[in-house]
């Protein structure tokens, strides 16, 4: 049964980004299958006292009906949800979680949002993650000596995830490597560029800096930022950095200044344990990272506030990076009965838009991300709740054994389509629209395990499939486009085996480190092009709006609409048979197959039956079918 429907997009919301005190028109559309309706209202709270808006039809065509109502924005963040009233007095209440005979929370409301928006670019962004140290070196890391640290390893060799090889195994990796290895992005067609961190540190992953002044020398020092992002630029990429703002390493220059220093101007900048500063709190008790305390006004200063500020410094050219992705973004200022964060992350964007308000500000939230992101600074999250694991609820082979994103489960929870849709649904609900449209699909990144390791078989094109298709950032995480696999995040941060992609190497030539054959590995690198092609050929998939159409145990089907085009999906990881309603969806008549492969049967609604589409696919698949945009009248 088809149910009334409205999200944040551009059908249903008439302003995206208002300031306080605008007036901003909101739809719903309802099926005329619901029955006949009396009325149709909003709710909304501002200031925590509910006031209604009444709606009235703006169109009525294809099986459907358009309410639409004003509703002031009072609220930064403002919440509104859809009261139906039907004919025979009966109600239901419409949120962003879906349609309920009972009231619902405050918290599962539609939200619009009164903060400055985020960059115009950020909706089509496809990101590409790439960590330093194993994605390419260049032939002037050849004379840089190993620091002490270190344990050398030559780019083939396997990664040694037992500590301390766990992070002090050093390939080399460095910046102008990665410089001559932007030109597989551009065909990959990513547009943005995710750099984990290049300050110096005494661990191969460089979330323990020494200093945030300069880039590591390992990686070629600030001359090799400043010639990596130029040449990024010149092709159409953009990137980002990464900085952690919930601690530094025990090495960093603020910290060797404090500790057994109390009268150190830096001695504020941390917790400390002990009147003599030398017991300190660390990011989840690992010494080697201390943790920062933003009640410094001091700290503040340095590191987030003002155009002399670490933030401000690397965004400005001859660096000019793109935005940052921030660090343990969840747990930054917070500690016992301080909580900062919300000031933290105001600074850092208001910095940020002092420098370059075109920057782009991502968080890491790995659980329920929600509460922190509400549009007043991350313009998305980097989390796995809402998308990653679901997904690999859904399509990983049951029983598979996993560390599972640091959740001690053991094997990885088997997901039922339903299943996936309910865990995505409540996770993705919280966000107003704008924020889910900037946060990472990612099936994986350099902190878990591959997605390819445990995934049923067919499923990696289902998997990435809704990635580039599903609202947020599509997210290739260095080596997913060569098909590796690993086990962990430490094992998942392997060199990438460039060699394979050599005119000359015989397809069936395997890789020693990753045990991925050529033939594999450019099979891989089609699969993961074809689908990013698909994403920035169609607008509606960055753009449009986000309508469930059929949800099965294994078979899933949605829409994205949007005035210009629409795109149906369909996902799959077994053998499916699907009938909609000729109403889920408008144009049948001229669907044309963009994507994999299916069957459809369109029977036009006659005297005898209301007609419908009948899509089948043969084992699992990811289908999309492009189809005429959606324009109500009022447009």
Known sequence: MLT????????????????????????????HELGPVAAVRTRSNPDHEPRFTDAAVVDSGDGWDWWEAPVEVENPVHGYRFLVTMGDGSSVWVNATGTWPTETLDADDFRLVAYDAPPEWVRSTMLYQLFPDRFARSSQANGRTAPDWAMPAAWTDPVDDVPPGRSQQFYGGDLD???????????????????????PGRSNHRYDAASFEHVDPLLGGDDALARFVAAAHSRGLKVIGDLTTNHCGDGHEWFRAALGHPDAPESDFFYWLNAEHTEYVAWLGVPSLPK???ASAELRRRFIEGPDSVVAHWLKPPFSLDGWRID????????????????????????????NPDTIL??????????????????GAMTYANFTRPVWGWLSEPGSRSTYFGQPVGVIPSYSGHELVDAHTRFAAAFPWRVRQGTMNALDTHDVPRFHTHARQGTVPVAFGLSVSMPGIPVVWAGDEFGLSAEDGEASRMPMPWHLLGADVDPAAVDPATGVTAEDARAMLDLYRGLIALRRRHPA????????LHVGDDVLVFVREHRDESVLVLASRATADVRLPYEAASGWASAAVVYGDVLIDVDE????DDGGARLRVDGPAFVAVALPGVAPAGD
Do not use: K
């Not at 409205?6 to 007036?23: E, F, I, K």
């Not at 991502?362 to 313009?379: I, K, M, V």
């Not at 609604?605 to 005898?608: A, L, M, R």
């Open 328 to 355: 343990v973004a969840n747990m930054t200022g917070r500690y016992r009965d301080d909580d900062f964060n919300t000031e933290v992350r105001r600074i850092i964007r208001r910095t940020m838009v002092e420098v």
């Open 292 to 294: 920062f305390n933003w």
């Open 541 to 548: 998939l960055s753009d449009g709006g986000f309508r469930w």
């Open 177 to 199: 490597g990665a410089a001559e290895r932007l030109d597989h992005l551009v065909e990959l067609g990513v547009t943005l560029v995710y750099l984990t961190p290049v300050f």
């Open 362 to 379: 991502l968080g890491e939230s790995t659980n329920d991300a929600a509460p922190d992101f509400q549009g007043d600074a991350w313009h």
């Open 605 to 608: 609604p006659g005297e005898e």
């Open 4 to 31: 009334p429907h409205h999200d944040g997009s551009s059908l249903y919301v008439s302003d995206a980004a208002p300031h306080l005190g605008d007036t901003v028109r909101v739809r719903l559309r309802i099926p």
